[in-house]
């Protein structure tokens, strides 16, 4: 799932991942909110909050949003950045290595909150959307831009257009049908993760953060480990 790239992927792998991982960054959006009231994958919403709090004369408030955008940039650069170097240097896991370290990330904010239970919020909000921006540059470039595990409104609008070209090209089906159920699954599975991790973190609390990485952790460790063991004389 971590490991195949582009053209070489199947869409089941590429159900799976966009299954899992948009599920993931559901959960984070939804504990973002419940903990700053700021949505850490929305990016057009952060956008959109930051002019109309500019347009109110909110310049402090409206810069916070514009913060998280640049968060979000900044977790998509150093993604972007850690794998074209990978791939260059032939690192089959660096896709694999990504998703370790947004893992690891992860775990740390839960362990951050465990330790500094008064952290503010401006900060953690802040590394949620770092962690978005990295997730989503991830899935983008091993799937050749086809899977986008936080882009909400994208998924949307390909939904919508599937369902035209369904319906209004009969011709185009087999074509359509496989890319109306990957973007469905992706929404499906974000706002299902939304719910979920809502209601884990209000039983739970930051141990969310260490289920979060336990998940991101099993499906990236694994193809690691074997890449390692294959490439031992």
């Not at 053209?7 to 299954?19: E, S």
């Not at 900044?74 to 240097?89: D, K, L, P, V, W």
């Not at 465990?114 to 540059?137: H, K, T, Y």
């Not at 899977?147 to 089906?173: C, K, Q, W």
């Amino acid at each position: 799932m971590l490991i195949r790239v582009g053209d070489d992927r199947t869409g089941v792998i590429d159900l799976f991942l966009a299954g899992v991982l948009s599920s993931v960054s559901g959960a984070l959006n939804a504990v973002g909110f419940l903990i700053a009231g700021s949505f850490t994958a929305n990016m057009t919403g952060n956008i959109s909050a930051f002019a109309d709090h500019m347009a109110g004369g909110a310049v402090l408030l409206s810069l916070s949003f514009l913060g998280l955008v640049a968060a979000f940039i900044c977790g998509a650069a150093a993604a972007g950045f850690a794998i074209q170097s990978g791939e260059r240097h032939h690192l089959r896991t660096i896709y694999a290595l990504a998703i370790v370290a947004e893992a690891l990330f992860v775990l740390l904010l839960g362990v951050l909150l465990a330790l500094w239970p008064s952290v503010p919020q401006g900060l953690l909000v802040s590394a949620l959307s770092f962690v978005m921006g990295l997730q989503n540059a991830v899935t983008t470039m091993i799937s050749s831009s086809r899977v986008r595990t936080t882009h909400v409104s994208g998924m949307a609008t390909d939904i919508g257009i599937g369902l035209a070209l369904l319906f209004g090209n009969p011709g185009a089906r087999r074509d359509t049908l496989p890319k109306l159920r990957l973007h469905s699954l992706t929404l499906v599975c974000f706002a299902c993760g939304g719910v979920l991790g809502a209601v884990l973190f209000g039983l739970v609390g930051h141990w969310l953060f260490t289920l979060c990485g336990a998940v991101l952790l099993l499906i990236s460790v694994p193809p690691v480990l074997r890449a390692a063991a294959s490439s031992r004389p």
